[in-house]
């Protein structure tokens, strides 16, 4: 976007220097300024994103206010004379890399119009008047249709970026997050509150005796089960991750208390025993889990993980299908 808005200003520059070279010489600063202005409001724009998500439309809005103003005066007051085509190319242009819904574009677009043609019959001649008129008018609807083509883009592309990364932080057999996307999150959340936290490891027990005896379909069954059934005893704001074969962590933030973490693991192992039915009926299929939650500032994923992994060591050791807090 910003190569194009280059290319289109120094085109325009190039045209306006040609027609009426003394007004360009005389108002190149103020051309200058103005571009360096949506320049600098363009390039600013993902951190304002970023930081103030809930403020976007309205900063938007004061960005474009701003550059339409400045626009609208340099292209009325300096060249009360001369039509002002290039900066109302300019101005209409500029709304589609902020405005982002089509019909705001055109009710933006509009007022701006107004405002220019109010002051475009005020202080120019009649005739310079109907070029701007028409300039105007002829920029605006096409500034419309333009937006709502780059708005139709933009959802297509942002419903790409959503499946590629869908399926780049997804598990495709159970449904929960990567590896790598688990750490990522819980990296990320333990930024924000290091002090509180519950870390929980879940380890299916004698998986390998289910592979070998019953086929590794029923392996795959249980792991898609398992899946599930995490995705049900948990809630939407937890995370819930496979770290590879039948280990599963489960990272629950803001909240040290463990009983919570109890409650759902238990939830867990119960869901396990109803939803898988095993050939012959003489197994179930359980999981040992450990956990550990964070004990003050400064808390980290590997501390975390060791101390759950310290617990599910004891889980084995007292016989499995148990659950240990560390």
Known sequence: MTLLCTVLFGALFGISFLNHSHIVLRNQLLYGINFAVVLFLYLISPAIVKFFPSAVTVLVYIFAVIVHSFGITIGIITQVNHPATSYIVLLFVIPLFFIDRPWRNALFNFISCGIFLFFSYKLKSREIFFNDLSNALSFCFLSIICSRHFTRLRIQQLKVIKIVETERDTDIMTGVLSKAAFLREIDRLLTIDSSRGIFIMIDVDNFKHFNDKYGHDFGDLV?????????????????????????????????????????????????????????????????????????????????????????????KAAGKNTIVVK
């Open 223 to 315: 792991l898609q089960t398992l899946g599930r059934s995490m995705n049900n005893s948990f809630r939407r704001s937890d995370l819930l991750g496979r770290f590879g074969g039948d280990e599963f962590f489960v990272f629950i933030p803001s909240t040290n208390d463990t009983d919570v973490a109890l409650f759902r693991t238990k939830s867990l192992q119960m869901h396990l025993e109803n939803d898988i039915a095993v050939p012959g009926g003489k197994d179930k299929v359980t999981i040992s889990v450990g956990i550990s939650n964070c004990k003050g500032i400064g808390e980290t994923y590997h501390s975390l993980m060791k101390r759950a992994d310290e617990a599910i060591y004891e889980a």
